[in-house]
C-alpha cells in the first residue's frame, strides 16, 4: 500500500510541476530580440498567486482565442501555445508579459497582465498585444520578421513614458499593424493607477 501511494503522490507532483510556466526577468524598455530565452540566470520563481494567474490566462487563451479546436486538442495542447512570460517592473507597478501562439499557424500573440506592487492586486483585465507583425516563431525561436528588417524598425515593444502630474505610471506600447498590403506604426499610451488602465491616447502612422 506504501509504494502504490508514494506513485501516486510522485505523478501529483509530476502534474503540478507540468503547469508551471518559465518566467524571465527583465527591465523596462521591452525590446523581444534583445531577451536572451535561454539564459536560465534570468529565470525567476513567482508566488502561487501570480502563477495562478498566469495560468489562468494562458488556458483561457488556449480554449478562447488560440484556434485550437476539440479535434486537435489532443495534438495541440496548453503548453504548446504557451512560449514564454516575461516580468518588466518598476516601483509602483510590475507587468508580466506573455507570449503565446495561435495554432495552426504559429501567429505570435501576447497578453499584459498588469499588478499593483504595494496592493499586491492584478489589475483590470488582461490585455491583448499582437506582436505577430515584427516576430515570428520559427524552429523554437522567436526571430524579427522580414517586415521589421525591411521598415528598420528599433522602437521598444513597451517602455515606460514620465509619470503624470499625479504620479501614476503610463506606459507606451508600440507594434506594427499590419493586413497584407498596408502597414502602420500603431502606438498607445496607457496610464495605469491602483484599480485602473485608461487609454491616454491612440495614434496609427503609416510607414
Not at 19 to 41: A, G, H, Q, R, Y
Not at 76 to 104: A, E, M, V
Amino acid at each position: 500500500m506504501s509504494l502504490i501511494s508514494c506513485n501516486k503522490k510522485k505523478t501529483l507532483l509530476q502534474k503540478e510541476s507540468e503547469t508551471e510556466f518559465t518566467v524571465i526577468d527583465s527591465k523596462f524598455p521591452l525590446i523581444l530580440d534583445k531577451i536572451d530565452f535561454e539564459n536560465k540566470e534570468n529565470f525567476v520563481q513567482l508566488n502561487d498567486e501570480i502563477n495562478s494567474k498566469i495560468s489562468k490566462t494562458v488556458t483561457d487563451f488556449y480554449n478562447l482565442e488560440s484556434g485550437v479546436d476539440e479535434t486537435y486538442k489532443k495534438y495541440f495542447g496548453i503548453k504548446d501555445c504557451y512560449f514564454k512570460t516575461i516580468r518588466l517592473h518598476d516601483k509602483s507597478q510590475t507587468l508580466f508579459f506573455i507570449i503565446l501562439k495561435s495554432y495552426p499557424s504559429m501567429e505570435l500573440r501576447s497578453k499584459v497582465l498588469f499588478y499593483d506592487n504595494t496592493s499586491k492586486q492584478f489589475i483590470g483585465k488582461p490585455l491583448d498585444f499582437k506582436i505577430y507583425a515584427l516576430y515570428e516563431f520559427t524552429n523554437g525561436k522567436i526571430l524579427p520578421t522580414n517586415l521589421k528588417k525591411e521598415f528598420n524598425i528599433e522602437t521598444p515593444e513597451i517602455k515606460v513614458t514620465n509619470k503624470n502630474k499625479n504620479g501614476e505610471n503610463q506606459f507606451e506600447f508600440t507594434r506594427l499593424w499590419h493586413n497584407g498590403t498596408f502597414n502602420a506604426i500603431e502606438t498607445t499610451i496607457l496610464k495605469v493607477t491602483e484599480t485602473e488602465i485608461d487609454t491616454v491616447s491612440y495614434n496609427k502612422r503609416n510607414i
